[in-house]
């Protein structure tokens, strides 16, 4: 049985009209929330509606109003909100069992098997990758991923990288750039060394020799004796930084990157938590880079539905640490499993691959022209169905687009459209739509943007 790509059915509900938001039942939710729950909660404060209830794309909240859902759960759900048979297995696995610890299951083979063999040389036979099950958060496998990379070197030292985004846990705030979320704690980033990305902001002419002199300069830093940086445990690389304002890796720059861990005898990690499971149109970003990593760390998608799962990926002959040297009490989801596993076969059956490259040419061409034709536009970028579009204000400084992308995300959301911001002082709106959305939907969605950034920089209220 083949499912509907898009089970939103946005024909049959009222779309892109101009609404109240929040309505009256959200500010009661709002209201309720803010008396009871933690001030750390973030996204209420730009996206001001509760929830009712969800289908595919498409996000109802308590007063009747639908938005079009370009955020996808932060990019948990990969075929969007309550998939029809992905919610019929999980609920048979209810039924079966839910919590197993890590004791073997025949549902948790069954998507341990599925998922190494998405690995790129993986050989079943000689059984040269293995799977670890952290916790339920992708900032779980990270701190395990770091913790086996210090065990299996004998070192200490992380290299990370000027905005990567790596989780808010103690430990993974500390190999995180965002400086806002460790002011006021101490102790944070201990043998952390931050090294630039490739960054267009690096290479001021778009010149290739400015990206070659960049690696260059990273290269020095990492290999000079009289440098300061002892030869790390580990380096942690996204191959395009979500959080960071959709910005992806120079493939010379990941290149070197990659070949400088394995002369430094260092693991390299590849953070693919937001990037894996097909959102950049490749099971895993690095297969298309040719990249050799030591460790993958995966999370957010990998359920399909939004059931939390987590995971390290590593080679075989990293397997040297203790039992018990890195648990979790909910490491054993087999609900996650049962739906991951039947989300890896729809990956294949259902071409959603083949659909993430129709939604990247889609997005290209509706928000792509709009650089040409407002100058606070800086530059709309993206790969598959992951994207983001720059702004800056009058002075033309990069970073300095915060209130420009801020005032385009609330334009947007009264016009039934969710979208997310990020970046350096949220410069970047950005997009994470499901895999599977419908093109018809996310052409009107796009176009919702690209009005709404028309009328905030042609009103001239944001500077």
Known sequence: MTTILDASHHNDVELFAARTVPGPRSAHLLAEQERQESNARTYPRRLPFGIASARGSIITDVDGNHYVDLLAGAGVLALGHSHPELVTIAQRQFELLVHGLDMPTPIKAEFTGKLLRRIPGYDAEAANWKVHFCGPTGANAVDAAIKLARIVTGRHGVVSFQGGFHGTTHLTMGITGLLSQRSGIAGIGDGVTFLPYSDSRNYPDQRPEDARY??????????????????????????????????????????????????????????????????????????????????????????????????????????????????????????????????????????????????????????????????????????????????????????????????????????????????????????????????????????????????????????
């Open 214 to 463: 960049h690696t260059t300069l990273i290269e020095s830093l990492l290999t000079d004796p009289n440098g300061g940086i002892p030869a790390p445990a580990a380096i942690i690389l996204e191959i395009v930084q979500g959080e960071g304002g959709v910005v992806l890796g120079d493939p010379h720059f990941l290149a070197t990157v990659a070949d400088l861990a394995h002369r430094l005898g260092a693991l390299l990690i590849i953070d693919e938590i937001q990037t894996g499971c097909g959102r950049t149109g490749t099971f895993f970003a690095y297969e298309r880079h040719g990249i050799r990593p030591d460790i993958v760390c995966l999370s957010k998608a990998l359920s399909g539905i939004g059931t939390p799962v987590s995971v390290l990926l590593y080679r075989s002959e990293h397997d040297v640490w203790r039992p018990g040297t890195h648990t979790g009490t909910f490491r054993g989801n087999q609900i996650a499993f049962a739906a991951g596993s039947a989300f890896l076969d729809i990956l294949d059956r259902d071409g959603i691959l083949d659909h993430v490259a129709a939604i990247e040419r889609t997005v290209a061409a509706v928000l792509g022209p709009l650089p040409d034709l407002f100058p606070h536009v800086y530059e709309v970028r993206g790969i598959g169905a992951m994207w983001g579009v720059e702004f800056v204000a009058e002075s033309g400084r990069r970073d300095s687009g915060g209130p420009i992308a801020r005032a385009v995300q609330e334009r947007c959301v009264h016009r039934g459209v969710v979208t997310e911001v990020g970046g350096r002082n949220d410069s970047v709106l950005r997009l994470l739509p499901p895999l599977n959305i419908d093109l018809d939907l996310l052409t009107d969605a796009c176009t919702v943007i690209a009005t709404a950034v028309d009328e905030v920089l042609t009103a001239g209220a944001v500077r």
